[in-house]
């Protein structure tokens, strides 16, 4: 799941940006945890990714910025 907050929030000081995007998830055992926290990571690398998740207006924006997203999950 994923929630784009309306007032971003600040875990800290000023050397980190608010944070805007908050996700979750769930996951079966450790494997399959880090598994999907990689490519979580890997996804929010981008700048571009990002930006389109922070300007997507529907569910399909932003299904469409997750590479190899699986039908069961949209």
């Known amino acids: ?3 784009r907050l309306a007032e ?3 875990f800290s000081d000023t050397r980190y940006e608010p944070v ?3 996700f979750a998830f769930g996951a079966v ?3 399959s945890h880090f598994r999907v926290l990689s490519e979580l990571w890997q996804m929010l690398k981008e700048p571009a990714t990002v930006q389109g998740l922070r300007q997507a207006v ?3 924006a932003v ?3 997750i590479p190899d997203c699986q039908p069961e999950f949209q």
Request: proline letters at 6%.
């Open 1 to 3: 799941s994923m929630v």
């Open 8 to 10: 971003p929030v600040s």
């Open 20 to 22: 805007d995007l908050v």
């Open 29 to 31: 055992d450790h494997e």
């Open 58 to 60: 529907d569910k399909a």
């Open 63 to 65: 299904l469409a910025l």
